[in-house]
């Protein structure tokens, strides 16, 4: 579908100036970059340590505090995207810390977030009333427009990965942002209410979803290594994936998010995964093992070696391959809903 710039002539040179002047311009000149053969993304691929992120997140501690800076993040900007606030075209990530007494104060947005725990225990985040303590590797969600306020109080930093869908929201015009006068929003109901009442298999009677998103706002870590495990022990990998779950909102059996999807992957000792692309560029979190990852091809190929809690990106239709040195549990995310909603995910299994 590559055409190739028609010849510049003065004739028309002059002709695009003189309708430059209407705020018009010919389509013939972009049209290349913009209908592509296959995805152009920006997006490059790129590892943040967590090595060496964590020491300048502990530094951003005395800097700032969490009540000033509302959230105290250090956004992961991809390399080829640096002011855009995004890790791939779509998905925002970044880390937040909070330290021992603090607290984010309270506010509710149309983003929709998830939360990611990375290092350290006993935080909280508060959803529409519900406090729901963090462990490492556990996924929290934050819908679309719930007040949320975080804090911490425990004796240790606490980090976690934020996912957001910042830039999709920004790309439609369609964010809208208010705080609550309290930092902390009232406590109405006791921890875990949301799994009892939700994750057993059963709603409520006439229970109507109120929102898009899964009514369980917390994954355990526990649950879902447990599961991994299962599998693993009975089942062969999938070539490409390893043995690979998705989260699900029990409600709908669709994704636990609208707009973005969320994973975790294991990958036994020794794994090398057949190469695989697909549409939806994917924000990884590595919870245990260690291995690197093999993203592109030809003068763009990187080879990126991982540990426990380093996060990296690979682009939409940027084929990778895992090769692990000990079992290797991945968390990721991506923006597959969306693109499924509106039939536009494709994915390429290769020809291994
Ligand atoms: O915790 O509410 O990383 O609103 C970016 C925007 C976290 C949050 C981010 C946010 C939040």
Redesign the pocket.
């Known amino acids: 579908m590559t055409h190739g710039a028609p010849a510049q002539t003065d004739e028309r040179r002059s002709f695009y100036e003189q309708i430059d002047r209407f705020s018009m311009t010919p389509l013939w000149e972009v049209l290349d970059a913009l209908v592509t053969p296959v995805p152009a993304s920006p997006c490059l691929p790129h590892i943040w340590r967590y090595d060496d992120a964590r020491p300048h997140l502990m530094k951003s501690g005395e800097l700032i505090t969490a009540q000033e800076a509302?959230?105290r993040?250090l956004?992961l900007e991809n390399p080829g995207m640096r002011g855009d606030s995004c890790a791939t075209r779509s998905l925002?990530a970044?880390l937040?810390l909070i330290l021992p007494g603090e607290v984010?104060p309270a506010?509710r947005?149309t983003?929709s977030?998830l939360?990611f725990v990375v290092e350290g225990r006993g935080a909280y985040?508060a959803v529409d009333g519900e406090r729901r303590t963090m462990e490492p590797g556990d996924f929290i969600i934050?819908p679309s427009w719930t007040w949320?306020d975080?804090g911490n109080p425990s004796d240790e930093p606490v980090v976690w990965l934020?996912g957001?869908d910042?830039p999709v929201v920004r790309f439609l015009d369609a964010g809208f942002?208010e705080n609550l006068p309290d930092d902390t929003q009232p406590v109405s109901h006791d921890e875990g209410r949301s799994l009892t009442r939700y994750a057993n298999n059963m709603v409520p009677v006439g229970y109507e979803p109120e929102s898009l998103t899964s009514p369980i706002f917390a994954y355990p870590y526990a649950q879902s290594r447990a599961t991994l495990h299962d599998m693993a022990g009975h089942e062969n990998p999938d070539p490409a994936h390893g043995y690979k779950m998705q989260f699900i909102n029990p409600v709908t059996g669709s994704y636990a998010m609208p707009t973005m999807a969320t994973f975790m992957q294991l990958l036994p000792t020794d794994t090398h995964t057949t190469a695989y692309r697909s549409t939806d560029g994917t924000v990884y979190s590595v919870v245990e093992g260690s291995g690197e990852v093999e993203v592109g091809e030809g003068d763009g190929k990187v080879v990126m070696a991982f540990g426990p809690r380093d996060h990296f990106v690979v682009p939409s239709w940027a084929p990778s391959r895992f090769r692990t040195e000990t079992d290797t549990v991945l968390f990721s995310f991506s923006d597959r809903p969306m693109q499924k909603a509106l039939g536009l995910w494709r994915e390429d299994r290769g020809n291994a």
């Open positions: 509302v959230r993040v956004v925002y970044g937040q984010a506010h947005h983003q977030a939360r985040t934050t949320h975080h934020d957001l910042i942002a």
